[in-house]
């Protein structure tokens, strides 16, 4: 059973930074393409970053050049680095594995506000 948990959401002013953390157990990490995404109120959730087995990494247009997503496969973790927040990065962020299936962690509230 894959387990994913987030850690590192928080209430930042616009501007600052923040990095996310998500650990996966109960498999092997490395076959798998991990993202982040994310869910504003009343709004979809849609993909922020992801990043294959290979490190290719993929973004949304609204995060490019200010977020950074990366992957440690020896300790089953990704990343998430995200600098220049914007009020609108405010929104609940889920880890998601994909591998055969979908799996999600649970997500951690970033809040964006002066």
């Known amino acids: 059973q894959v387990q994913l948990v987030e850690s590192g959401g928080g209430l930042v002013q616009p501007g600052g930074s923040l990095r996310l953390a998500c650990a996966a157990s109960g498999t092997d990490f490395s076959f798998a393409v991990m993202g982040w995404h994310r869910q504003a109120p009343g709004k979809q959730r849609e993909l922020v970053a992801s990043i294959s087995q290979s490190g290719r990494t993929n973004y949304a247009d609204s995060v490019k050049g200010r977020f950074t997503i990366s992957r440690d496969n020896a300790k089953n973790t990704v990343n998430l680095e995200m600098n220049s927040l914007k009020v609108e990065d405010t929104a609940v962020y889920y880890c998601?594995?994909?591998?055969?299936?979908?799996?999600w962690g649970k997500g951690t509230l970033v809040t964006v506000s002066s």
């Open positions: 998601n594995y994909k591998y055969v299936l979908d799996y």
